[in-house]
């Protein structure tokens, strides 16, 4: 089986930087993925790591360590629209590379 | 655009009743998923299809069934509605063979049992 954890909220300022964390325990990893879903929208992808390191795109970026079991999502120069749950997943090829959620992280960005 | 559509976004249904859930896809995806969303457990999937007519059970495929008669539909049944169903219900296919196979996500499907 697997195990996923990140905290439930977290609230952050605006202009600020935020770190969100996700460690998981799998048998088979495959790669991590980090969605955004704002409140009663669909998930949209945000980014994808397979190899251990950083991934960076605009002002999000993402960390891996497969060693760990860990991973990271950090949001720079924090916006408004950036509060939203964030949701940490795990492809395990040995659960047919199907997608394992965590509970998702509440962001909330005070101005 | 690549689009994934949900026939309802709001959904009231009676205890006991069969409920379709619809979803459609315009992205020629072989890989169509269930999932429902409740609080603090997170996404947890239900069934999946990896090509027309194919289905596969999910981590809680108890109380449901689907159906893929083409390949750009996936329809999610209740066969007999009840209140622990009461959900956010979200539909997503995906393309085998990419690199990463990134999920695309429908805008779901809130439904009440009563």
């Known amino acids: 089986g697997q195990n996923i954890d990140q905290p439930t909220e977290m609230t952050a300022t605006e202009g600020a930087i935020v770190q969100i964390n996700c460690t998981y325990q799998t048998s088979g990893f495959n790669g991590l993925f980090w969605y955004q879903q704002h409140a009663g929208e669909a998930p949209t992808f945000l980014s994808y790591?397979?190899?251990?390191g950083l991934e960076e795109k605009g002002r999000f970026s993402s960390f891996l360590s497969r060693s760990k079991g860990y991973s990271y999502l950090l949001l720079k120069e924090l916006q408004m629209k950036d509060s939203a749950s964030y949701l940490c997943a795990v492809r395990d090829r040995e659960a047919g590379n199907m997608l394992t959620f965590g509970g998702g992280t509440r962001l909330m960005v005070k101005p | 655009d690549v689009k994934v559509t949900q026939s309802s976004r709001y959904l009231v249904k009676r205890t006991g009743e069969k409920v379709f859930l619809e979803c459609v896809q315009d992205m020629d995806h072989e890989n169509m998923f269930w999932y429902r969303q409740d609080p603090g457990l997170g996404l947890r999937l239900i069934y999946f299809s990896y090509d027309v007519k194919m289905k596969e059970k999910g981590d809680i495929p108890e109380g449901y069934s689907v159906s893929r008669e083409k390949k750009e539909r996936f329809s999610l049944i209740l066969e007999s509605a009840s209140t622990n169903q009461t959900s956010m219900y979200l539909c997503?296919?995906?393309?085998?063979?990419?690199?990463?196979?990134?999920?695309?996500f429908g805008p779901g499907t809130r439904l009440t049992v009563l």
């Open positions: 790591n397979v190899l251990d």
């Open positions: 997503a296919s995906s393309r085998t063979g990419a690199a990463y196979n990134e999920q695309f």
